[in-house]
Nanobody, 126 residues
Framework: QVQVVESGGGLVQAGGSLRLSCTVTGSVYTIHAMGWYRQAPEKQRELVAIISSGGSTHIGDSVKGRFAISRDNAKNTVYLQMNSLKPEDTGVYYC????????????????????WGQGTQVTVSS
């Protein structure tokens, strides 16, 4: 059974940094894209960053220049390095895994992902 597990969330002051991790277990198939989304209270889920198995990336406009995404294919793990955090970055961060794309495709639509984690809370205080 495939499981997606996020870790690394927490409380941080504005201007600080956090590193989120997400590991996919239980899969015998190649994981293509892995993405990070976030959702703040009373707001829609927002795309943060995506990385393909081939290494291509997409970073959301609201976090460009502050966040970076990377992955270790051997460990089925994706990382989200978050720097210069702002209070508006507060929310639950979700990791998603896509098994149906290819090595370079970067799905923006959350419905294109096959598995999701439970989310990890990130709170940035002002």
């Amino acid at each position: 059974q495939v499981q997606v597990v996020e870790s690394g969330g927490g409380l941080v002051q504005a201007g600080g940094s956090l590193r989120l991790s997400c590991t996919v277990t239980g899969s015998v198939y190649t994981i293509h894209a892995m993405g990070w989304y976030r959702q703040a209270p009373e707001k829609q889920r927002e795309l943060v960053a995506i990385i393909s198995s081939g290494g291509s990336t997409h970073i959301g406009d609201s976090v460009k220049g502050r966040f970076a995404i990377s992955r270790d294919n051997a460990k089925n793990t994706v990382y989200l390095q978050m720097n210069s955090l702002k209070p508006e970055d507060t929310g639950v961060y979700y990791c998603a895994a896509d098994f149906h794309g290819n090595a370079w495709y970067l799905p923006r639509d959350p419905n294109q992902y096959d598995y999701w984690g439970q989310g990890t809370q990130v709170t940035v205080s002002s």
